[in-house]
C-alpha cells in the first residue's frame, strides 16, 4: 500500500519547505491497524508543527499542481526556538478519523469499520498505528464526527477535571466562541459548572448566547474590566484557561478575580487570600504575555497542555473521559467546519493563509481521500 503524505521541513539555513511524499505505511502488526485517512482536523496545535515560526508573508509555490510545495522563510532570531527539528521532515497531524483498510491478527474485528485515530502524522491517505490509539465511531457518526473527537473534546474536558482536582468551582475561558469554547460550554450548561465567556465580537457573543451560554463578555467593549469582573463575582470562578497567550488578557483576568473577591477578612496590603489560577494553553497572540499585578499574591500563571494532564491525571480518568466523548460525539463534543480540502488543497497559498489565521468559527477540515 502507498501513499501521499504532507510534511513540513525546517532547514538549519532558514527556510520552511512543505510538500507532499510518498508514503509506504507497511504490513500492520498483530496489534496495528492501517487506515484510509478520510477526515482530519487542521487545529491550532497542528499548525504548530506545521508553519512554526515560518514568516508567511515570505511564502511562495513552488513544485507542480499534483505535487505543489510551499517555501517559506524563517527570521534567524526564531531558529533557536526549534533547533530540535531543524532538517528534519516530520509528519503532520494529530488526529483524524477513517476506514479501517488493513488489520493484524489480534483486532482483525476492526477491518472496514471507521474509527478516529490519535497518534500524530494523520494529513497522509493512509496511516499505520495500534489499535489502542483508535475508537471505533459510534453508530451514526461520520468520519467528520470522529476527526475531532481527541484534542477538542479532551481539553475541554480536561479543564473542568482541573478546576474540581485543584479546588475551584467556576472557569473563565478566552477565545470562547471557538469550537473548543462551544464544546466547553455545552459541558458546563450540562454539569451545572459556572462559566465566563471571554470573545472578540459581538458576533460571537450572540453565538454563545444562543447555546445557552449566561455569562458573555466582549474584550472589545468599552466596559470590558467592569463587565468581566461582574461576571466572575456572579459566577465565583478562579481559574482561567487563555488560548491568547500574549498581551494583558491574562493579567485582566486576574485583576478582575482580585476585585471580585470576598474581602471579609478586610484590607491587606498582600491582596485577597482568595486562590487565582490562569493557565495559558495558546499562542493566538505571540507577543510577550504582560502582567500588571494589581492582583496582590495569592495567583499563579503558568502553561497547560493536554498529553501532560492526561498523563497525571491517570488512565482510568482518562479512560472516562474517552468514554464520554464517545458517548456524546454527536452532541455536546460536536464540531462544525467552514471548509473541507484536499491535501493538494492545503498546500494552495490563499488556502493556507485562511486557514493559518485561526479566525474563530472557521475550521478547516482536511480529507486526504479527495
Excluded at 58 to 77: C, F, K, L, N, Y
Excluded at 140 to 153: E, I, K, L, R, T
Excluded at 207 to 226: E, K, N
Excluded at 320 to 329: F, I, P, T
Aim: net charge negative.
Amino acid at each position: 500500500m502507498r501513499g501521499l503524505e504532507l510534511r513540513s521541513l525546517a532547514t538549519r539555513d532558514g527556510q520552511l519547505r512543505l510538500s507532499l511524499e510518498d508514503a509506504t505505511p507497511g504490513e500492520p502488526g498483530p496489534d496495528e491497524l492501517v487506515v484510509r485517512v478520510e477526515a482530519t482536523p487542521i487545529n491550532p496545535s497542528d499548525l504548530g508543527l506545521l508553519i512554526g515560526p515560518a514568516d508567511l508573508a515570505t511564502a511562495r509555490a513552488e513544485g507542480t499542481p499534483e505535487r505543489p510545495v510551499v517555501v517559506a522563510d524563517i527570521p534567524t532570531q526564531r531558529l533557536g526556538a526549534i533547533r530540535d527539528r531543524l532538517d528534519q521532515s516530520l509528519a503532520v497531524g494529530n488526529e483524524g478519523a477513517g476506514t479501517v483498510v488493513a488489520a493484524g491478527d489480534h483486532v482483525r474485528q476492526f477491518l472496514g469499520r471507521k474509527v478516529g485515530m490519535l497518534g500524530g502524522g494523520m494529513y497522509a491517505e493512509l496511516r499505520r498505528l495500534p489499535a489502542r490509539d483508535c475508537i471505533l465511531l459510534p453508530e451514526g457518526a461520520d468520519v467528520a464526527d470522529g476527526a475531532s473527537m481527541f484534542v477538542n473534546p479532551l481539553t475541554s474536558l480536561g479543564f473542568t477535571e482541573t478546576m474540581k482536582a485543584e479546588g475551584h468551582s467556576a472557569i473563565v475561558h478566552t477565545a470562547a466562541a471557538s469550537n473548543l469554547g462551544q464544546m466547553l460550554n455545552r459541558i458546563c450548561i450540562g454539569d451545572g459548572i459556572g462559566l465566563v465567556n471571554i470573545v472578540r465580537s459581538q458576533a460571537q457573543a450572540e453565538l454563545l448566547h444562543a447555546i445557552g451560554a449566561r455569562h458573555v463578555v466582549d474584550s472589545t467593549s468599552p466596559g470590558f474590566q467592569a463587565e468581566l469582573t461582574q461576571a466572575i463575582r456572579e459566577t465565583g470562578a478562579t481559574i482561567a484557561f487563555d488560548a491568547i497567550g500574549g498581551g494583558t488578557l491574562a493579567g485582566q483576568i486576574l485583576q478582575a478575580m482580585e476585585a471580585a473577591a470576598d474581602r471579609g477578612a478586610g484590607y491587606s496590603p498582600y491582596g485577597s487570600n482568595a486562590p487565582k489560577q490562569v493557565y495559558i494553553y495558546g499562542s493566538l497572540d505571540t507577543g510577550p504575555t504582560v502582567l500588571h499585578r494589581t492582583f496582590g499574591f495569592t495567583w499563579n500563571v503558568g502553561g497547560w497542555l493536554l498529553t501532560p494532564f492526561l498523563q497525571k491525571a491517570g488512565p482510568a480518568v482518562a479512560a472516562r473521559m474517552r468514554q464520554r466523548v464517545a458517548d456524546e460525539l454527536t452532541t455536546t463534543f460536536a464540531s462544525r467546519y467552514t471548509r473541507t480540502i484536499s491535501l493538494r488543497d492545503a498546500l494552495q497559498l490563499d488556502t493556507l493563509r485562511d486557514y493559518e489565521r485561526k479566525a474563530t468559527g472557521e475550521k478547516y477540515l482536511i480529507d486526504p481521500s479527495r
